[in-house]
């Protein structure tokens, strides 16, 4: 199993889509949610919980996450002193990446860390001077030794040139990601689609810039035989070489879950405080007997279910953008399948004259990508 293991509810960054947007999105506070707004600003409950709560899984997987995890840097450390999971994980905004020591850093399988393209973009959606802080301390960690895996997690809206933005994340001379994940700001907020101009962004510029990367995706396989590991690509392509029906992608309730800092266990981090969607608390229950929970209407009556798994079980949850602005939405992850599915015969050709491999497209899964942007 997986868990996400919430360190604080507090950030050192206010990016434009989720700081900006709690501040514009203020009276959206239906009493039916029941959200517990007084829970502890950091991790509250003993250390010897979660370590006993991890060691009834014989393949746990821990990610830490915030609000901003590297915040906490005394219980990073304790954490990773005293649990022994499988694996540890991080999602940062990377801001403080130099202040945790390498011995710590280097035990990291995967690093993911928030930076949406070339410095201006990032700069525009996260503050000035977050690019240049973020790509140093990524520098100074790999001379440091870490060999893991980083994934530029780029969170995009209608100010991204998807391929432009994700082929200078791959090739630019400053700090080549070779993984790049990203995620739609789309469906998470009640107000933002009518100030918003998603739906032609997405018609005129991201929809088609998918299909430009899925054709570049390809010809680096075939030039080069490597494949990029551009996650939502690799996600759809592997599900559709093996034949596979995917659950919600992310892993989200079902694989997947979220411990709060006061120890009780949700389906998402996106979900902190919203006490209906509380499945336990790491002091009493077992990891491997969670309850599961999936995503409902009107994914359950889509064709593209067993591709797409659901996007996001948070917004299928709280429907937070209306039918009608959600569908949009919903065209852009079949334009991603159609744009990957194109793909395919000419993957199988290139896997069958061993130019690539089919492993080449396995990775570890729910490692906080969630495949569906
Ligand atoms: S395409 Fe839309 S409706 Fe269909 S499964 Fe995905 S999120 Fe649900
Ligand atoms: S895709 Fe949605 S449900 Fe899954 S981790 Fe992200 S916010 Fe949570």
Redesign the pocket.
């Known amino acids: 199993m997986f868990f996400h293991v919430i360190l604080t509810t507090e950030c050192n960054s206010q990016c434009s889509y989720c700081y900006g947007e709690s501040l514009l999105d203020m009276d959206d506070d239906p009493s039916d949610l029941e959200v517990d707004y007084s829970l502890p600003k950091k991790i509250s409950y003993p250390i010897s919980e979660l370590k006993t709560f991890c060691s009834k899984d014989p393949y746990c997987v821990l990610t830490f996450y915030g609000g901003e995890p590297l915040l906490c840097l005394d219980e990073i450390k304790q954490v990773m002193d005293e649990v022994h999971p499988t694996l540890f994980m991080m999602q940062t905004n990377g801001l403080r990446l130099d202040s945790l020591e390498s011995s710590y850093v280097n035990r990291f399988h995967t690093i993911l860390v928030s930076i949406d393209g070339d410095e201006a973009l990032t700069d525009f959606y996260r503050g000035k001077g977050t690019y240049r802080k973020v790509v140093d301390n990524l520098k100074l960690i790999r001379r440091n030794g870490f060999k893991g895996e980083l994934i530029a997690r780029m969170t995009v809206m209608e100010n991204t040139d998807i391929y432009k933005q994700v082929r200078w994340l791959l090739e630019n001379e400053d700090l080549p990601f070779s993984s790049v994940h990203w995620q739609l700001n789309a469906g998470f907020w009640k107000t933002d689609f009518a100030r918003r101009d998603f739906k032609a962004w997405s018609e005129d510029s991201y929809n088609p810039g998918i299909q430009k990367l899925a054709d570049f995706w390809v010809n680096q396989m075939k030039k080069s035989r490597v494949v990029l590991r551009l996650y939502p690509l690799l996600g759809i392509a592997e599900s559709l070489l093996s034949g596979e029906r995917s659950l919600l992608r992310c892993g989200g309730g079902w694989i997947n879950y979220a411990v709060q800092t006061d120890g009780n266990i949700i389906p998402c981090p996106t979900m902190w405080g919203m006490k209906k969607q509380y499945l336990g608390n790491i002091s009493e229950a077992d990891p491997l007997k969670l309850n599961k929970v999936f ?1 409902s209407e ?8 067993d591709l ?5 079980f948070y ?2 949850v709280m429907k937070r953008w209306d039918p009608q602005a ?2 949009i ?2 065209s852009t ?2 334009n991603l399948i159609e744009a990957v599915s194109r793909q395919v015969p000419e993957i199988q050709k290139l896997i069958q004259a061993t130019k690539v491999k089919f492993r080449d497209f396995e990775f570890v899964r729910y490692n906080g990508c969630e495949i ?1 942007p």
């Open positions: 995503v009107p994914c359950t009556l889509c064709n593209s279910l797409c798994g659901g996007r996001c917004a299928n959600y569908d939405v919903c992850v079949h569906i």
